[in-house]
């Protein structure tokens, strides 16, 4: 018998379809291709890989489609000793998407959601016994809202954090699903999102990790959620804490992380890598300082840019460990 959940993953998979290119293609343009791999991906599946390779029980919640790709996705989880609660779906495929990586490493994305905007919340509600253990839910946005709201349901009953990757944000976001989150890691575009959204407050995505940090901290207040980590890329990432709230241990209400020198290739799940590890050092590192577990996370999102992939380029906790001692 598997060990009882002590993260929850509610999420999207998505199977992935990666060109390697030396550039994006311009408008009507068709180039050569120097590389090609598929492999799983959506946000859900590769934070809860992430995090089960960080050596935490791990339970995924998801939808996919009565198809080949399905068959794949529970064959792949299976394989990862990740404990996946799925449901089938006869109306909708599994999630794919196609992904283009340049030489810098960057990427363009789109993706056909498929099975994962139609997660039953009566599906998620029936999890609820997954929850009894968990000590952290990780939910995303490439789900639909209600699903996602289901799951926050039952993590507060639980009492466990509530962790949201506001990705990609949902046109119809609410700001209860914010106040119900412990956490939230925006990466700078959505952090702008949000804030033109429930802080009326335009600001330019490219600018913000160079911002003062008292600027920064101003501007992420502005959201309701007592703390929020926002990952800034080659920047490292920024966390911010309510004034006057719980600041999970920090001595400060703020702070910068630098981001760690790596060989990067490819960012195409970065900032997964980040969330699923961030969750996973919650409980791996319960009873430190945040700072710690955010560090962790920081180091894992730099490694996965040294892999081709998605959940394939997530690292373990021992190669975190072993590339950044100390």
């Not at 060990?3 to 009507?28: I, K, L, M, T």
């Not at 000793?81 to 909708?92: M, N, P, V």
């Not at 209600?146 to 119809?172: I, K």
């Amino acid at each position: 018998m598997s060990a009882p959940a002590q993260v929850v993953v509610v999420g999207s998979y998505n199977h992935d379809h990666v060109w390697q290119v030396d550039r994006f293609c311009r408008p009507g343009e068709t180039r050569r291709a120097h590389g090609f791999v598929a492999g799983p991906g959506g946000k859900g599946f590769n934070q809860a890989v992430a995090c089960v390779r960080q050596g935490v029980a791990t339970t995924f919640v998801g939808a996919i489609g009565d198809d080949p790709l399905g068959t794949t996705a529970r064959a792949l989880a299976d394989a990862e000793g990740l404990h996946g609660r799925w449901q089938i779906r006869d109306d909708a495929p599994t999630g794919a998407a196609g992904i283009l990586v340049d030489a810098a490493g960057q990427n363009q994305i789109v993706v056909a959601l498929g099975a994962n905007e139609r997660l039953d919340p009566a599906f998620v509600r029936a999890q609820r016994g997954a929850f009894a253990d968990a000590r952290v839910l990780l939910v995303q946005l490439e789900n639909n809202l209600d699903a996602v709201d289901a799951a926050l349901d039952l993590a507060g009953v639980a009492g466990a954090t509530c962790v949201l990757n506001p990705a990609p944000v949902h046109a119809d976001l609410a700001a209860d699903t914010l106040r119900r989150c412990d956490l939230v890691t925006p990466n700078e575009t959505e952090l702008a999102l949000l804030l033109a959204r429930f802080a009326g407050t335009e600001v330019d995505a490219d600018a913000l990790a160079t911002l003062p940090d008292a600027e920064l901290h101003a501007l992420a207040r502005r959201l309701p959620v007592p703390c929020v980590v926002i990952t800034l890329g080659r920047h490292g990432c920024f966390v911010s804490h309510a004034e006057d709230g719980d600041r999970l241990g920090d001595a400060v209400a703020r702070y910068r992380l630098p981001a760690e020198a790596v060989r990067a290739i490819d960012t195409t799940a970065a900032g997964d890598a980040f969330s699923g590890a961030l969750a996973a050092a919650l409980v791996r590192l319960a009873g430190r300082p945040l700072i710690e577990a955010v560090r962790h996370a920081n180091r894992a999102a730099a490694l996965s840019t040294e892999r081709v992939g998605a959940a394939r380029a997530m690292p373990h906790w021992e190669e975190v460990r072993a590339r950044f001692p100390g």
